[in-house]
């Protein structure tokens, strides 16, 4: 509380105003494909920035709830169709009756430029009782976020780092940053496509 947060679009800067403690927000700038977004934060006498380009727009083509491998657990599923000769990164939210699920979903087209792409979001559930498990009648609703390089690189390095929850994973280490300043945490200016689908 008490910064100075201020980003501009562009070149053009707006400051935001602190609308709870430590929450600031704007409704100056509009988000556009294709812009550098530049933040800077003033506070107790540190200057911390972040850069970041927001990419085009790529849409979720698909989403279905289907029983994983063993056929005992529902998934969702979701496709969409990679665009040719760019660079594209992906983060998947996903929420289950409104509760965001813990699991880090990332994806890059290292593989797959230019492919239509489908893919089972396993959140690793694997216990009747556990709260995230999808049931016959639960709202799932899939966020696919368009992310460029520096966001992908966070949320697989956090991941990787057992960011969600995972034991299979490596010692525990900071996740790579596009911060300056010696901040936690990341700026991000994406693109949103968003399904939701009541489970059969």
């Known amino acids: 509380s008490g910064a100075i947060v201020k980003v501009s679009d562009n070149g053009a800067e707006v400051q935001l105003a602190e609308t709870q403690a430590g929450i600031y927000q704007t409704n100056l700038i509009n988000g556009a494909p294709g812009h550098i977004y530049q933040l800077t934060v ?15 727009p790529v849409g979720l083509d698909t989403l279905y709830i289907a029983p994983g491998p ?3 657990f529902q998934f969702a599923n979701i496709a ?13 939210i996903q929420y289950k009756n ?5 699991a880090i979903f990332v994806q890059d087209d290292k593989f797959t430029d230019g492919q239509s792409v489908a ?18 009648g639960d709202e799932v609703i899939i966020e696919m976020l368009t992310v460029d390089e520096s966001i992908f ?5 956090l991941r990787s780092a057992g960011g969600d929850g995972s034991t299979s994973t490596a010692s525990p280490a900071n996740p790579v940053t596009n911060m300056k300043g010696g ?10 496509s968003q399904r939701m689908v009541v489970a059969p």
């Open 119 to 136: 893919t089972r979001l396993d959140t690793g559930v694997d216990k009747e009782d556990d709260p995230r498990n999808i049931e016959s």
């Open 183 to 192: 901040a936690l945490g990341y700026f991000s200016a994406h693109a949103i």
């Open 42 to 56: 003033l506070v107790n006498g540190e200057t911390f920035s972040a850069s970041c380009t927001m990419p085009q």
């Open 80 to 92: 969409y169709t990679d665009p040719l000769g760019i660079d594209n990164a992906y983060r998947f």
């Open 70 to 72: 063993l056929g005992k």
């Open 98 to 102: 409104g509760i965001k699920d813990p």
């Open 153 to 157: 690189k966070y949320w697989n390095s």
